[in-house]
């Protein structure tokens, strides 16, 4: 990575720094088999059965990986080693969340996809948290099956190294649906932030009118999930329900936010009366519950007119740095920010933000 | 029939007003707008006073005077539909109380509060302040104007003999 | 802010008529989808049933006295929306007869729809325009139609809806578009359908709020898809109208599309552009629901953003309850140029008015 050679200028010993989204990946199948009982072992083993489908970053996409963060054996992001060298060093972050994207729902067997999760997340403690101070992680969780997914945080959910529950965007139905409130309900009692995150395959197209031909509609157009599932957490009362949940949006984007706050206030204003429940602008609860990752930064041309839109959202605390490690989007680190942000913001966005949010 | 809106000559103040003037209250004249069987309970008339579109309710056998213009986007706001105060603490249950003394404007659906002109789509809005009412002849009259975002204007209405009579700011 | 005084003509890019009864298409249907129709009916994507604010999602006011629905009647609505606020001209977008699961019987519907606006209602009303209604989910049918009515002046676009079965860039569209090329007539994407799955990415959700309020995820998808499958590379002379879908997403999703692209282009080798590039080319936008910002500056950036000058044109949506008034819709002054040319040049151009 020669361009990585110089370090952006706001990596500075006076500026913390967290990373929101760096991505351990799990290399096969093979490596949870220590970590699953022994019938799951045999019949993943004797099944054909080749793990969950993984079809969010191509292999050969420019966008799944970025230039020399493939170690000598596996897939970027499985080696703790490199990993560490290329995030934690490098932007001498003070911590680094992982969001291993191990998407178990994709398994419509539901108890393998929970022995899956088990099997990861015990993977996560001993590889990676026990491994690296600086680490954070997420559970993955069987979400398709709210209680299996309880059940698996009630079981991690209060180890230190876990500060997240992670969900793909994609989902069967809306995760504001009352159908999910045990996942809900076990991350705001154990403390931790649920996360949602690009991709996963829910078996529905990802879009309101059909599948896309190609991976760049489809990864450009995963914006439009995410908004759906914002309008769902708010509309459905989800934080009615649970006042102290703090929901991230990872890997989304974060710059159509302004524009879902404008349109779902305007109709509440007339559909008030079809959800008494929310008391408040949605935008406000938006506000208060919602936070998202920097990247991909879908930036105007114009550096000034990307300040105005950050300014829209009416709110410095809802934007958290990351670098969405090992996933290109940026092509020199000093793009990682965006350019000209005055020092307060700047603060927030590298770590205070996310140091409240997940309680760092 | 609605009578023409103008002849469109001048698309501006865009601005939907977030504060509607108040208006003084000493200065009244007084008009009378029905006989009080005109309008039974449940009911409204729409009229026309010095220029302005006025709609007069009868809730419960009181009277209450709105104006003819919502604060929003400017449609006849007097010719929604009446509901109540649809509240809730829990998603899924309902509390349903104030039957009639809620007019949804016709067009976007906004709430206002008959009594006050009060705007229900900002509840935790602090209350609006109210404004001295005058009394005449021990007949009920309305509450005052009201301050701030979105409140459909309210005029006083008392009620005279078997009128309904309003009190129109000069 | 004072008043200009200056008269601003205006054009409304968005009108829904509707049929008296179902009998009303009678006259223009043959004998046998006559039958079709009194006996089985349309059939489409059951199981999005998402109870609205209100019938017929009309504002209260719109009901004629007459007793027909909203947007029925041609007297009330001249009265109602054509002469109180003294438009030039109206588009008149049926939301009726497109889709279906008989697509044979989707098709004969679709002729008498447009044959009825003619009788019942671009003849009678010089000042409204029609969309060409057509069977959408099949291209051949569709550009047929298209090619009937296509030099008929009392049409001025092809209309087709925001869910749709599958993306609108992919090739069982393109008959349609090279149909509407060949007349130079723009095609309108309204508000509104059942595509052949769940109305969002994520999944069915619960409320009407999240159904209108979420359409704009619509008109995402069919903006990525049309532009990344190299529609506007086979027919560069192509313009869509996205109407009723609000705006303010429009720029955040140029910028969302340019980021990936620029990392991803090899796949698509078709596009010569920035995504962004096309969609300034080839998208107009209608103006409801203006999107309402809690303060003005947000509403003159995003209009700045969106080329609103040449771009956008004013809709009311008529009858339905999101109604925009001509007078109060942008919640900011707008220079009495970009006025002009929002409130009907724009529409006036491409609509060869
Ligand atoms: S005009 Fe919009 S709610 Fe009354």
């Known amino acids: 990575m020669d361009t990585w050679d110089t370090k952006p200028s706001f990596v500075r010993s006076d500026l913390p720094l967290i990373d929101c989204d760096i991505h351990n990946r799990v290399p096969s199948l093979g490596t949870l088999y220590p970590y699953l009982p022994d019938f799951w072992v045999e019949y993943c083993s004797t099944s054909g059965f080749g793990g969950p489908e993984m079809g969010d970053y191509p292999g050969g996409a420019p966008t799944s990986a970025l230039p020399d963060t493939k170690p000598e054996d596996g897939p970027p992001g499985s080696d703790l080693e490199l990993l560490r060298e290329q995030t934690l060093d490098f932007w001498e972050a003070d911590y680094g969340i992982l969001n291993c994207a191990y998407w178990v729902q994709t398994v419509h067997n539901e108890y393998l996809a929970a022995a899956l999760a088990t099997a990861a997340n015990d993977w996560q403690v001993e590889h990676w948290l026990d491994q690296e101070p600086r680490l954070r992680a997420s559970l993955v969780v069987s979400s398709q099956n709210p209680l299996t997914a309880a059940q698996e945080i009630e079981r991690m959910g209060d180890h230190p190294g876990f500060v997240q529950v992670l969900l793909p965007v994609r989902s069967l139905m809306p995760y504001g649906k009352r159908h999910y409130d045990p996942i809900f309900e076990a991350a705001a009692r154990h403390n931790l932030v649920v996360g949602i995150h690009y991709g996963g395959a829910a078996g529905i197209p990802p879009s309101p009118s059909g599948w896309f031909s190609t991976y760049l509609e489809e990864y450009a157009g995963a914006g439009q999930i995410f908004q759906a599932q914002v309008i769902s957490l708010v509309t459905e009362g989800t934080f009615d329900r649970f006042p102290d949940l703090r929901v991230a949006l990872i890997e989304g984007g974060f710059t159509w936010l302004a524009s879902v706050m404008w349109r779902i206030d305007k109709e509440w204003r007339g559909l008030r009366h079809i959800t008494p429940w929310i008391k408040r602008l949605p935008s406000d609860y938006m506000r208060d519950h919602l936070r998202f990752t920097l990247q991909p930064m879908d930036a105007p041309p114009d550096p000034k007119q990307f300040l105005r839109m950050i300014g829209q959202l009416d709110s410095d605390d809802m934007l958290m740095f990351s670098t969405d490690y090992p996933h290109w989007q940026f092509d020199s680190p000093e793009e990682a920010l965006p350019m000209g942000l005055p020092e307060s913001l700047m603060k927030k966005i590298l770590a205070e933000n996310a140091r409240e949010f997940y309680q760092l | 029939m609605r009578k023409k809106r103008g002849n469109f000559a001048d698309l501006e103040p865009l601005i939907p007003p977030t504060t509607l003037h108040t208006i003084q209250l000493n200065l009244m004249a007084k008009h009378v707008v029905a006989t009080v069987d005109e309008i039974p309970p449940g009911e409204r008339k729409i009229v026309e006073l010095e220029g302005r579109s006025l709609g007069v309710f009868n809730i419960d056998g009181e009277f209450y005077a709105v104006r003819n213009i919502c604060p929003h986007q400017g449609a006849p706001l007097c010719e929604g539909r009446l509901t109540g105060l649809l509240e809730s603490d829990v998603p899924g249950e309902y509390r349903y109380t104030r039957k009639g003394e809620i007019l949804r404007c016709v067009w976007h659906g906004w709430e206002f509060d008959i009594k006050t002109g009060q705007s229900w789509w900002n509840p935790a809005q602090k209350r609006v302040r109210k404004y001295p009412v005058e009394v005449e002849d021990g007949a009920t009259v309305a509450s005052g104007l009201q301050k701030g975002p979105y409140t459909a204007e309210t005029y006083s209405v008392s009620v005279d003999q078997q009128y309904v009579v309003i009190d129109m700011p000069e | ?353």
């Open chain 3, 1 to 353: 802010m004072k008043s200009t005084r200056e008269k601003v003509p205006v054009i409304d890019t968005d009108i829904h008529n509707t049929l008296a009864s179902p009998e009303s298409l009678h006259p223009y249907l043959s004998e046998r989808w006559r039958k079709h129709q009194t006996m089985i009916g349309g059939r489409g994507h059951a199981g999005s049933n998402y109870p609205r604010g209100m019938p017929h999602a009309a504002r209260h006011d719109a009901w004629p006295p007459s007793g027909l629905s909203p947007g029925a009647d041609l007297a009330f609505m001249q009265e109602q929306l054509l002469d109180a606020w003294d438009f030039e001209y109206g588009v008149l977008n049926p939301l009726m007869g497109g889709s279906g699961l008989n697509l044979e019987y989707v098709a004969a519907i679709a002729r008498a729809i447009n044959d009825w606006q003619v009788e019942e209602w671009t003849t009678p009303e010089p000042r409204l325009k029609a969309s060409i209604v057509v069977p959408y989910e099949d291209g051949e049918l569709a550009a047929e139609e298209i090619h009937r009515r296509g030099e008929d002046p009392n049409f001025v676009q092809v209309l087709l809806i925001a869910r749709t079965d599958e993306p609108l860039g992919r090739r069982k569209y393109w008959k349609i578009y090279e149909a509407a090329t060949q007349y130079d007539l723009p095609i309108g994407i309204h508000f509104g359908g059942t595509g052949a799955g769940p109305i969002t990415g994520a999944g069915a959700p619960s409320y009407y709020i999240e159904d209108h309020g979420g359409m704009p995820q619509a008109f995402q998808t069919q903006v990525i898809s049309l532009v990344c499958e190299g529609v506007f590379e086979r027919f560069p002379t192509l313009k869509f109208v996205l109407i009723e879908g609000g705006f303010a997403w429009f720029p955040p999703l140029m910028w969302r599309l340019d980021q990936s692209w620029k990392k991803l282009k090899e796949e698509v080798p078709d596009l010569k552009k920035l995504p962004s590039e096309y969609m300034k080319e080839h998208f107009w936008l209608s103006s409801q629901p203006v999107e309402e910002p809690p303060k003005r500056e947000y509403f003159d950036l995003l209009l700045e953003q969106l080329n609103a000058r040449e771009r956008l044109m004013f809709a009311t949506d008529y009858p339905h309850w999101d109604f925009d008034a001509p007078d109060r819709a942008f919640p900011t002054s707008l220079a009495p140029d970009v006025k002009r040319r929002i409130m009907s040049d724009n529409a006036r151009e491409l609509y060869k008015l």
